[in-house]
């Protein structure tokens, strides 16, 4: 078990490297390498001048382990555009993220499951239909048009919620007005996330349904809803945990373009904006933590298997 | 889905015709139409659909059909070239991956899972940001962002038909290794290779309008689906049928290409 613990942390640990070795490269493959990092108003003795304080006239590889060390530090730079460091510039707007990305998950999860277990058990039936066919249109759908789509019914034909924000402006910003303002986005950021859940949760389930235990539970003469929520359900729910993993990082793009439509104050949304305004600093750092974020997330689901699946742990 | 052969067939074949027939009018479209869809007219802006101008006009002016058309054709290049771009960069580490013995192979894989976890948005964005946004440019970037899944599947089926008899057989008769992977490895690929190509072409044309969408994209005045998108939500009150033809567009496009990915796949896998 430490060793399977060791295993993935060091895993985890080789994938954060990379990530910051890509960013690395990425930064002094760019037309005019890090430099631009700098003010590009700059005179060209400035910039000298700022080279060297960086240390952008030493070979790459000190240059890299410099890098390399700022980052272990968690000193990512200050951003240009909000001349703030960088690391309190995501704080800021980290709980946002969190809260809109963590709704459309829970309501994922919510909706996919039962969905799925349905749809494998009336495979191929008009239900299974119905919701095999919404999900392949959800898979389809643009996120932004839906958004769009979303706003024009909900907020400008009929005006049942706020086209955009967190809070409305002035107000006290009670629980109510933040949920009202939740709803949109999370709906929307879900739609996606939902049908590609329901997909994996369909076919696990329907592998569960062919397995020896199955058929002994029937041949047992227990009722069908009985065998399909107590057998099938549980061992169903064991690869979505990993389908969760995969879908994160998707998530956490969606988010960035959700939050941009209903000019939600999150980090996606000050990703493309530091990404607009040329705010190098402040995009690679964003890049950096959120990438961390999904691998610390990835780890947990390990670390959750552990939990759940007795299996793993008798095998590690 | 209980997809008989013949049903799977006839549903590969509709959903062909509709890619084909999109591809199509997006390449000679804009001949045949001939309105310049860049031509301002203040005079005439914001005009819902009628003579003249069949799907109406935008804010500026400039014709919605020809944009329309205009825009299909750039969105649907740039899906299909970061499509040939990630295929190439999959099947070249998968076979790395795949052939390259032990060290290489968890190597590659590391770097694979890496960039799996880094969102791929944040990863273009960054790219955009600093390598500034051309078409190009964006090819290269959505290509090298969406070419891990392939990369998988090409390494898991190396290794399985690298244990094949034909395969040792092959080898025994002394075939180099570049030989056996396009003589025998690359035929039994195929099928598999196609099926995530072609929902990878989805994929793309989705991140495109995405990134067109938040300005990172095409650039205007170039038309794109998702810059069109982009106009449109500013105008959402007044002509809200800006907002429809292009995500229309969008969606029929991805659908019939994921119609087709899973039809080939059914074709592929008899046993789903």
């Known amino acids: 078990m430490t060793a399977f613990l060791l295993r993935r942390a060091v895993h985890a640990l080789t994938v954060v490297f990379v990530v910051c070795t890509v960013t690395f490269l990425l930064v002094h ?4 390498g890090p430099a631009v990092l700098a003010d590009p108003k700059l005179t060209q003795e400035e910039q000298a001048a700022i080279s060297e304080r960086l240390g952008l006239d030493r070979p790459v590889t000190a240059q890299y382990a410099m890098w390399m060390a700022r980052v272990a ?9 909000y001349e703030v460091p960088t690391r309190r510039a995501i704080a800021e707007r980290l709980p946002n993220t969190v809260l809109l990305a963590g709704a459309a998950l829970t309501l994922s999860v919510l909706l996919a499951v039962p969905l799925g277990l349905i749809s494998a058990l009336r495979r191929g039936g008009v239900v299974d239909r119905i919701i095999s066919g919404i999900a392949f249109l959800a898979m389809a759908v643009p996120t932004f048009w839906l ?17 955009g924000g967190a809070t409305t402006a002035g107000a006290a910003g009670g629980l109510a007005d933040r949920l009202s303002h939740l ?23 329907q592998t569960a349904l062919h397995q020896p235990f199955v058929r002994v539970a029937r041949a047992k003469g227990l009722r ?11 061992n169903a729910l064991l690869p979505m945990v990993t389908a969760l993993g995969i879908q994160l990082p998707r998530l956490v793009g969606g988010a960035a373009i959700t939050e941009t439509v209903f000019a939600w104050p999150g980090l996606g949304r000050l990703g493309v904006q530091a990404a607009l305004g040329r705010d190098y600093p402040l995009v690679m750092a964003i890049t950096l933590f959120i990438s961390a974020a999904v691998v610390v997330v990835n780890l947990l689901i390990d670390l959750l298997y552990l939990w759940i699946d007795p299996r793993i742990r008798l095998e590690a | 889905m209980i997809a008989t052969h013949d049903t799977s067939r006839r549903r590969a074949v509709i959903a062909g015709a509709v890619v084909l027939l999109l591809a199509f009018v997006a390449l000679i479209g804009p001949v045949l139409y001939g309105t310049d869809p860049n031509a301002l007219d203040l005079t005439r802006a914001a005009q ?3 003579a003249g101008h069949p799907l109406g006009t935008d804010e500026s002016g400039r014709d919605v059909l020809g944009r329309l058309l205009a825009g299909g054709r750039v969105s649907l290049a740039v899906g299909f070239a970061a499509v040939a771009c990630s295929a190439l960069l999959g099947l070249s580490l998968g076979a790395l991956a795949g052939l390259g013995g032990r060290r290489l192979d968890s190597v590659v894989m590391r770097f694979t899972d890496a960039v799996m976890a880094i969102p791929a948005l944040f990863l273009i964005i960054t790219t955009l940001a600093l390598f500034g946004t051309t078409a190009t440019g964006l090819v290269v970037a959505i290509g090298a962002t969406s070419w891990m899944g392939l990369a998988r599947l090409v390494r898991a089926e190396l290794l399985a038909i690298r244990e094949q008899d034909y395969v040792e057989a092959a080898r025994a008769l002394g075939t180099r290794p570049l030989r056996l992977l396009t003589r025998h490895a690359l035929p039994h690929l195929l099928p598999s290779v196609l099926v995530s190509v072609t929902f990878g072409v989805g994929t ?9 969408f938040i300005g990172l994209g095409v650039q205007p005045p170039a038309a794109s689906w998702g810059n069109m998108l982009s106009n449109a939500i500013t105008y959402l009150h007044a002509s809200p049928w800006l907002a429809i033809y292009p995500g229309v567009m969008i969606l029929l496009t991805v659908v019939s290409v994921n119609v087709l990915g899973d039809a080939l796949r059914d074709a592929a896998e008899p046993s789903q």
């Not at chain 1, 493959?29 to 005019?32: E, H, N, V």
């Not at chain 1, 958004?147 to 086209?163: D, K, Y």
């Not at chain 1, 069908?224 to 099938?232: E, G, I, K």
């Not at chain 2, 793309?204 to 067109?212: D, Q, R, T």
Request: glycine residues 6%; proline residues 8%.
């Open chain 1, 29 to 32: 493959l760019a037309p005019g």
């Open chain 1, 73 to 81: 530090r968690g000193d990512l730079g200050e951003s240009f555009l």
């Open chain 1, 147 to 163: 958004a769009i789509l979303a706003i024009f019914t909900f907020a400008v034909a009929f005006p049942v919620f706020p086209a």
């Open chain 1, 183 to 205: 709803v949109m986005p999370a709906v929307v950021l879900a739609a996606v996330t939902t049908a590609e859940l329901l997909r994996y949760m369909r076919s696990s389930a």
């Open chain 1, 224 to 234: 069908t809803r009985l065998v399909a929520w107590r057998h099938v359900l549980r």
């Open chain 2, 48 to 50: 819902p659909p009628g």
């Open chain 2, 204 to 212: 793309a044309i989705l991140m495109e309008s995405a990134l067109s």
